[in-house]
């Protein structure tokens, strides 16, 4: 539409041509078919090439980073933030969020934070716990730390199948719109399968996005979960 307009006005053309491309490239999960792939325990050593993948295929994601993991290669997080992806919090050393007392839960999710905006220059929005361990506690301190938690509605067990066929059928079976997949950049044989699957999902008609995206950019309110209960 904005074209058709443009053709008879060719001041506002110009501006509009500038202002489109980026406006662009935003998904609208109402209307198209979507899944949000998320990844997991890194940055780790196979974290590049799977930023390499997405790159190629010009597809955004979402990263849970361990703040551990953030100090040891804040470059990959750069990285993930300069090229678009979702950057969200998953502790500081993988902690089983469940036995630990308040105050250490908040530090986990704080220390995090605080090591992903460092790298990134981003404060994460959302967290994930380690091993989807959660409980009403849990969530009531994150609640304190002005996060959701996000689980997944799929999970691809790619840390027992190991092999990239394996992980590749996995996915592609439980694959379904609007769904929110757990794969972990840490398990070498999911970066392999990747060109696999995002080549597959798009002929199936799926838009791969980030979990934002995929609930429409209403992410649950601080201390709720999704899915919920
Ligand atoms: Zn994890």
Redesign the pocket.
């Known amino acids: 539409m904005w074209r058709r307009i443009c053709v008879a006005v060719t001041a506002i053309c110009v501006l509009v041509a500038v202002a489109t491309p980026a406006e662009a490239k935003t998904v609208d999960c109402a209307r198209v078919k979507c899944i949000a792939l998320t990844f997991?325990?890194g940055p780790s050593p196979h974290t590049v090439k799977l930023l390499d993948t997405l790159k190629k295929n010009r597809l955004k994601v979402t990263f849970f980073l361990v703040g551990r993991e953030v100090q040891k290669r804040p470059a990959v997080a750069r990285r993930m933030r300069r090229e678009g992806h979702e950057i969200a919090n998953?502790t500081f050393d993988?902690a089983r969020l469940t036995e630990l007392p308040d105050q250490k839960i908040f530090d986990q999710l704080d220390k995090t934070s605080k090591a992903i905006r460092k790298a990134t220059g981003v404060r994460p929005k959302m967290m994930r716990p380690?091993f989807g361990a959660t409980d009403e506690r849990v969530e009531s301190v994150a609640g304190f730390a002005g996060v959701p938690v996000i689980l997944w509605t799929d999970s691809s067990r790619d840390w027992e199948l190991r092999d990239k066929k394996a992980i590749a059928k996995k996915v592609l079976r439980l694959a379904r719109r609007d769904g929110v997949v757990l794969l972990h950049d840490i398990v070498p044989g999911t970066v392999a399968a990747m060109p696999l699957i995002l080549s597959t999902l798009k002929k199936r008609g799926y838009h791969v996005v980030t979990v934002s995206e995929v609930l429409r950019n209403r992410l649950p309110d601080a201390g709720e979960r999704f899915p919920s209960r």
């Open positions: 997991d325990d998953h993988h380690p």
